[in-house]
């Protein structure tokens, strides 16, 4: 039983956690290869999919600066701390209300995107469900111990996603299934395709799902270096993307590539050397397996702090009932992987991410730089009046 003693000690451990510039580099480059290297991202472009992945890197750079810029106006706080200096709490506990079932069902999307790979491709006689709950307990788990438990788990295991997939590269080359002239013609169908590729999806998916690190930013130690940090993350995870994605085009061809639902482990399957080296399943299962666990728990994360802005109780206490419900709402989502493909490219896009993810953001930056503004002016007005 927690003693009033227990839970001041529990909540000032809580305000001292922070993570290094280190740690936010790989939580930056594993979730943002997240779910988004399991299902592929810009393959409507077809063959000039890598273009449209290279064209949001550049954008995906603005909106990192946006997200740092609202969070450098009010040092030191959070995204929903920093609600309520715009709006006043009541009005900033409604968003935040909004923005936890936000986080949350973005962490249902990413364990159901886990879900599906693993249960289709890898352990096809093991129920969804059980898939489901394995990785939320655990997700529930290291945000119990902390942020910095998540921090340290990327650190460690980041250097084997760059040796996995150098590997995977050399062993699809040496196999002779990765043909470039697959990107040929660039621009065949001209710049539309590559167009609707980029708006909005692939600006909000993976990008603009940078909102969640307004959380993680302002517990950044050396915050003064942050933004250099960010940048290199998104430039990183961004170039990695791309190669993947040109990886996928070379290896399987357009045609393949749309009709395949996880084009990264259909590529590595291609891999053949001597009737030797094949299966090399594991090493994509890896890649993937750790940048859904890291992305799902920052999502969490995000999700839990809104709770703890709300009720003023540490998010730790959360965690596991919000893991249960993470767990069960992952399958109750869609009926199929094919309607939980349709909802994320049709209707998420459109009514979740670009008005939480870019609209209610723009307008509490207005209204903080009016509020910071108006308080400057204010010593002075007085002096005038003397």
Known sequence: MLTERTFKR???????????????LTLLIN?????????????????????????????????????????????????????????KRPI?????????????????????????????????????????????LLMAYILYLGLEVLGRT??????????????????????????????KPVLGDGLKPVLNALFPTLIVFPFGELIAFTLILPVVT????????????????????????FLMIVTLGADALQRSNF???????????????????????????????????VFMFAGLKGLEYTFRLPYRYFSLPVAMIVSSFSILISVNFGDHWQEGLEIVPYFLHLPLQFGLPSLLLITVLWKRRKKKAKPGVKGMKF
């Open 31 to 87: 979730f943002l290869l997240g779910s988004a290297i399991v299902v592929g991202v810009g393959g409507d472009a077809k063959k000039d999919a890598w273009i449209a992945i290279a064209a949001a890197i550049m954008i995906g750079f603005g909106i990192m600066l946006f997200y740092y810029f609202l969070i450098s106006r009010v040092p030191g706080q959070n995204f929903f701390e920093i609600m309520e200096f715009g709006f």
């Open 222 to 245: 050396n915050f003064k270096y942050c933004l250099r940090v960010s940048m290199l993350g998104v430039g990183i995870a961004g170039s990695l993307l791309l190669f993947a994605m």
């Open 154 to 183: 990327s650190e460690i295991f980041t250097p084997y996603l760059f040796g996995f997939l150098f590997l995977l590269t050399i062993l699809l080359f040496a196999s002779g299934n990765a043909n470039l002239y697959e990107i």
């Open 263 to 297: 084009p990264m482990l259909s590529s590595a399957r291609e891999v053949s050397i001597g009737n030797f080296i094949e299966r090399i399943d594991a090493l994509v299962v890896f890649i993937m397996m750790l940048g859904i666990l890291v992305k799902g728990s």
């Open 10 to 24: 529990d909540w000032c451990g809580m305000l001292k956690e922070n993570i290094s510039l280190s740690q936010l």
């Open 92 to 136: 900033a506990i409604i968003f935040s209300i909004t923005y936890v079932v936000y986080f949350l069902y973005l962490a249902c999307r990413v364990v159901r995107d886990f879900g599906e790979l693993i249960a289709s491709a890898i352990l096809p006689s093991t129920p969804i469900e059980i898939i489901s709950l394995t990785i939320c």
